[in-house]
């Protein structure tokens, strides 16, 4: 029997943008309203709320949906690696790893490429490794390190590292979403990853040229001081992630690591280190605490009838093979802002979109491009995403003050329009 869905399940997501802005219209200023109480006054307005289509639930009944959403494995899975990267961060700072690594890299690198550097560096960590949260846990402490020192600014650089992730969430043979891409619309990761490519190879360069034009402070062509012991942790995790080591495994490997060095270097007793590792998961509780609240209005969301929804009324009008394109493309986009998830949003938009692309003669391999080009671009742009939530609790700062300058998703999306609207690229007929 099909599902029957109601726009009440999509008014959650409506209430929390509409306090986030109310509060920009009102202090100029949209990150003064704290992410954290913006979810919980969004939760507690869901627990409110009954399905019209299904048979009526108590409050209790209700909540425990909520707490089932909270607990999913991949909420859970993201609180852990949020603790652990916080404590990676905190324990390298502390032994000296994030001074040593921002050195080399000022060392290397002009200052003009900096930025570019760091986001080429993020491209080919993601791509290797197949994910972008593992990405931005890698390179974000590396980021708020850089930006300390040279006065770049924490939001552009924290943006810098998200578009390096998303470029290999999207593009990457191994992640998650080209998978579920690939599987849905029964095509071959290659050709999937000739039409991304093709669409999304301007806006990377594009990117690269707009960050070369900013710069920090500093003195060009210093020497910087810097420890290789100190590296070990880094060159580690990302050695480590590249093997395909789970990213829970690699982060404790490198929290062990520094504080091993650190101990050996005197960087802090065998006490106080467990104080430096307490202070770093410190620093990512606010962030956890929301990925859980985020998760329970999903399932809230989900239960309510607001994804079906999506499916039943964004589908309605489409008259064309362009019109298709557009709609399986707004479609995707709108279930990664309703779910936060952009693997989620693909396997939920995929057998739709088959239907959809055979209806219209949409080439699928244009389709499985489509639907992982715009959700990776979206998840790059929510600000209750966990690979903006990563470094900005890394970073002390607001998501939302990051979003503004996560370019690169915007770049994939302004290409992304561009190819549905030119038809490129033009892809042969497969017998």
């Known amino acids: 029997m099909k599902k029957k869905g109601s726009f009440l399940g999509l008014v959650p997501l409506l209430i929390f943008l509409l306090i986030y802005a109310s509060t920009g219209i009102f202090t100029d200023k949209i990150d003064n309203m704290p992410l954290l109480v913006a979810f919980t006054i969004t939760a507690a307005i869901a627990l409110c709320l009954n399905s019209p289509n299904k048979e009526k639930i108590n409050f209790e009944q209700r909540v425990e949906i909520f707490c089932k959403g909270a607990g999913d494995s991949t909420i859970l899975l993201l609180v852990i690696i949020f603790l652990l990267a916080g404590a990676f961060y905190s324990v390298t700072d502390a032994m000296g790893g994030v001074k040593s690594m921002v050195n080399l ?69 191994i992640s998650d979403t080209t998978i579920a891409a690939t599987r849905t619309q029964e095509v071959e990761m290659k050709d999937k990853f000739k039409v991304n490519f093709l669409i999304v190879l301007p806006a990377v360069i594009l990117n690269i040229i707009v960050l070369s034009f900013i710069g920090g402070k500093g003195v060009q062509g210093a020497v910087y001081e810097y420890s290789l012991l100190n590296l070990i942790p880094y060159v580690s995790i990302i050695v480590l992630a590249l093997i395909g080591i ?139 995403a966990g690979q903006i939530l990563v470094p900005a609790g890394i ?35 497969k017998n």
Do not use: H
């Open 105 to 173: 890299g000022l060392t290397l690198l002009p200052l003009k490429m900096l930025l570019p550097g760091l986001f080429i560096i993020g491209c080919i960590l993601s791509f290797a490794m197949g994910t972008s949260m593992g990405t931005v846990s890698a390179l974000a402490p590396i980021a708020v390190g850089i930006a300390k020192e040279t006065g770049i600014n924490l939001p552009l650089i924290c943006g810098v590292v998200v578009g390096g992730a998303m470029f290999g969430d999207n593009l990457s043979f």
């Open 246 to 384: 789970n990213v829970i495994i690699v982060l404790t490997i490198g929290v062990v690591l520094g504080l091993i060095i650190g101990l050996i270097n005197n960087s802090f007793t065998f006490i106080e280190m467990f104080s430096v590792v307490q202070r770093g998961m410190g620093w990512m509780e606010n962030m956890a605490v929301i990925s859980l609240i985020i998760g329970g209005v999903v399932a809230i969301m989900q239960y309510l009838g607001g994804v079906d929804y999506l499916l039943e009324n964004l589908t309605k009008k489409i008259k064309s093979k362009k019109g298709a394109e557009f709609g399986i493309s707004i479609l995707v986009s709108l279930l990664c802002l309703t779910t936060s998830n952009n693997t989620v949003s693909i396997i939920t938009a995929g057998p739709l979109a088959k239907d959809i692309a055979d209806k219209f003669s949409v080439d699928r391999r244009r389709v499985a491009g489509l639907l992982d080009m715009f959700s990776s671009a979206f998840q790059g742009l929510m600000p209750y």
């Open 395 to 429: 970073a002390q700062i607001s998501p939302v003050s990051i979003v503004p300058y996560s370019w690169y998703s915007m770049f994939m999306i302004v290409m992304g329009i561009l190819a549905i609207i030119t038809g490129i690229p033009k892809l042969k007929e």
